[in-house]
């Protein structure tokens, strides 16, 4: 069964303090992996995409890598408006898109 | 512009109804999703469509319906046999191995 896990579930770091949060997949036929950030009441945001195990995207304070079994969002520096929920999505080849349930992180000043 | 549009916003739904929610997309997407979204949860598939006239249950279908009679639009009906509705839906659409796009979701509560 395609399985999607995120960990931590919550996370709460200072303003400035590096983290990392991760992603396990177990499916089968993998299309793509997809970060998002979500706010409170909204659909989710669209971060990154990753296809292959070794490939990395980076955007401002935020940097996704991915190898054959996970994936890890690093934030470096992070600052009271990056507070939201972060989820990890994955695209089989059958179209079928599973999220992970999310891990929500508060920035703290 | 180009995007996804969930209505209605929110959506009161009495014991026993049925209540469908709408999703329209103009990007030309193949494939379409709806999600339910609990407090503090993450996103549990509902149902899937990859072609007009073709879709798929995802892992909570009980209590659902859908329709793909046109590449835009994927409702969603919620019957009376779904006994806890009350969450907060959403829709999405992709081209295959691409990003999806979210709408801004339909929160259905039952009164």
């Known amino acids: 069964e395609d399985q999607v896990t995120q960990s931590p579930e919550a996370l709460r770091l200072q303003e400035g303090e590096s983290s990392s949060l991760n992603c396990s997949y177990t499916?089968?036929?993998?299309?793509?992996l997809f970060w998002y950030r979500q706010d409170p009441g909204k659909g989710p945001e669209f971060l990154f995409t990753l296809y292959s195990a070794g490939e990395e995207k980076e955007k401002e304070r935020l940097k996704a890598t991915l190898t054959k079994k996970e994936s890890f969002l690093h934030i470096t520096a992070p600052k009271p408006e990056d507070s939201a929920t972060y989820l990890c999505a994955v695209q089989v080849n059958t179209d079928k898109l599973i999220f992970g349930t999310g891990t929500r992180l508060q920035v703290f000043p | 512009d180009g995007g996804i549009t969930q209505s209605p916003k929110y959506l009161f739904r009495k014991e026993g109804q049925n209540v469908t929610l709408s999703c329209e997309q103009n990007l030309n997407h193949d494939a379409m999703y709806w999600y339910r979204q609990d407090p503090g949860q993450g996103l549990r598939l509902i149902y899937y469509?990859?072609?007009?006239?073709?879709?798929q249950k995802g892992d909570i279908a009980e209590g659902y319906s859908v329709s793909r009679e046109k590449k835009e639009s994927f409702p969603l009906t919620v019957t009376s046999a779904q006994k806890n509705p009350t969450a907060f839906y959403l829709c999405a659409s992709t081209l295959r191995g691409a990003e999806a796009f979210f709408g801004q979701g339909t929160r259905l509560t039952v009164v």
């Open positions: 469509s990859q072609i007009v006239n073709d879709f």
């Open positions: 499916v089968s036929g993998l299309r793509g």
